[in-house]
């Protein structure tokens, strides 16, 4: 049996998979994120602690914990996690959703040679502006700086008392030499720090620490190997077999990502499109991202008084999605492909006297979908191109809207058994492949069966690329000057302490 632990922004998850590759139980325990100011996204490092306690301690109660042979991590990407020489926790951790470093970001796009190292542009949501962000505005906490941890290294450090990440999550920071798969000690230096402050790289197949012994009796385990892992999405995309060139993913949670395969290094920062090391060997990946896709869902339930998502969604399958209804620009908190713009605001465009709750749902639903659009197009535009592909998250839950997805990005989707807990899955099987080293990615990482296929429409899928696609566009591009007006001149980062007369 092998655990699989995903710190994800909203809950923890952990599933025990056993030696088919099946998984056997499954817990989860939530997790609450602070915005104190406008911009900023926090979470507290104890919170993810105790978390991550309370669903391994539920899963374990599900099977047999002496037959766990290794323990595998996967987490939200981005996150600053200051320590000190102490290794206590000097601050909340900064979020990958937090957008309050974009001066930061501009001054990073200066060093020398930053996008050949990088494959990226700087955008907030990265770790190396935020610390550069620290660096400036809490001087004092930045001093105290011994350690920087990606999120779910944090609770490795906790399982393990040791300092290790993998490829796939390093590649996130803007520290990392992507093609090299190395700390850059340029962009290091960029942020006034150093190798030192950074924990060692691994391979996401490899071992990275063995669970400490006072966790292991406690857990009833033996001190297992901890696999180093990968983030996120790179995480989901192992769970679910997505680890060879050309494949491709779409991931609808929290955020919305489009994950294709590759077998070099490409890079198209220009488009906002992510390149990063994949969490196995000798792979990276390119990466679309929209910072609100299945949260858009939530702010629209809150917003029209609906109960629930739920209700919210059967309301608009049972109106449907009707022609020139009305547009949803979901940039909630900002947007990262292809924009790049942390000032960017969601939106509710063409709204009439009779609009109503299940139109405003279905716009929401087709809104998200359109972002998506931008960033499989611009994936896209690097030549990497996919005819399928498969679909993990909670959003995919529900079959309305991932066939409206389909006929927006005019391909197949597919969802397949075990996507449900996708990054938690991929946890699992890279522990495995760092637990018993004769293990091949061929043996421990197979696409799951499909459980559902949806296949577009072609008139449908014309008239999103003809027609609605364009407004989509058009709109943001003619509300864009507005966001840069409502923005604080010089540093909207900065709290504010003035009320309004």
């Excluded at 071992?207 to 180093?228: K, S």
């Excluded at 769970?239 to 290094?265: E, K, N, P």
């Excluded at 949806?454 to 407004?471: K, M, V």
Aim: with cysteine.
């Amino acid at each position: 049996m092998y655990l699989g632990i995903d710190l994800g922004t909203s809950s923890v998850k952990a599933v025990l998979m056993d030696e088919a590759g099946a998984v056997r139980a499954s817990a989860s325990s939530p997790l609450e994120v602070s915005h104190p100011h406008p911009r900023w996204s926090e979470q507290d490092p104890a919170a993810w602690w105790a978390a991550t306690e309370s669903a391994v301690e539920k899963v374990l109660m599900q099977g047999d914990a002496k037959r766990v042979a290794g323990i595998g991590l996967s987490g939200q990407m981005h996150g600053a996690t200051l320590l000190d020489e102490a290794n206590a926790v000097l601050r909340p951790a900064i979020l990958w959703n937090d957008g309050r470093s974009d001066v930061e970001c501009a001054e990073l796009e200066r060093v020398p040679g930053f996008r050949a190292i990088t494959g990226n542009l700087a955008m907030p949501g990265f770790t190396a502006p935020k610390l550069a962000w620290v660096r400036r505005h809490e001087p004092d906490v930045f001093r105290r700086v011994a350690k920087v941890l990606l999120p779910k290294d944090y609770l490795r450090l906790r399982l393990t008392g040791d300092f290790y990440t993998d490829a796939s999550d390093a590649a996130g920071t803007l520290w990392l030499d992507v093609k090299g798969r190395r700390w850059s000690d340029e962009m290091l230096a960029a942020t006034g720090l150093d190798r030192s402050h950074m924990p060692q790289v691994k391979e996401g197949t490899q071992p990275a620490g063995r669970l400490h012994p006072e966790l292991a009796a406690r857990w009833g385990m033996d001190t297992v190997p901890v696999a180093a892992g990968g983030g996120d999405n790179a995480a989901g995309a192992v769970g679910v077999g997505i680890v060879r060139h050309g494949q491709a993913m779409l991931s609808l949670g929290t955020s919305g990502v489009y994950f294709a395969v590759s077998d070099g290094f490409r890079a198209s920062p220009e488009q906002a499109v992510h390149a990063f090391c994949h969490a196995v060997p000798d792979t990276w990946h390119l990466m679309s991202v929209m910072l609100n896709a299945a949260s858009c869902l939530n702010f629209t339930a809150r917003l029209t008084g609906t109960s629930d998502v739920p209700s919210l969604l059967a309301e608009a399958q049972a109106r449907g999605l009707e022609k020139h209804g009305p547009l949803f620009l979901p940039y909630l908190t900002g947007e990262r492909t292809p924009h790049n713009n942390p000032h960017a605001r969601g939106s509710f465009l063409q709204l009439g006297p009779g609009t109503d709750r299940p139109e405003l749902a279905n716009a929401t639903l087709e809104g998200v979908g359109l972002g998506l659009l931008d960033g499989l197009l611009a994936v896209e535009s690097t030549g990497l191109v996919a005819d399928e592909i498969t679909v993990i998250g909670g959003g995919s839950r529900s079959a309305y809207w991932t066939q409206m997805l389909a006929d927006i990005l005019g391909k197949r989707l597919v969802m397949r058994s075990g996507g449900d807990v996708g990054p938690a899955l991929g946890a699992a099987r890279l522990a495995r492949l760092a637990a018993e080293p004769g293990a091949t990615l061929d043996e421990v990482c197979p696409m799951p069966p499909v459980t559902a296929a949806f296949e577009p429409d072609a008139a449908r899928h014309a008239y999103f690329l003809q027609t609605r696609h364009p407004l989509f566009r058009r709109s943001y591009e003619r509300l864009e000057p507005l966001y840069a007006d409502g923005a604080i001149a010089g540093d909207e980062s900065r709290p504010s302490t003035r009320a309004m007369p």
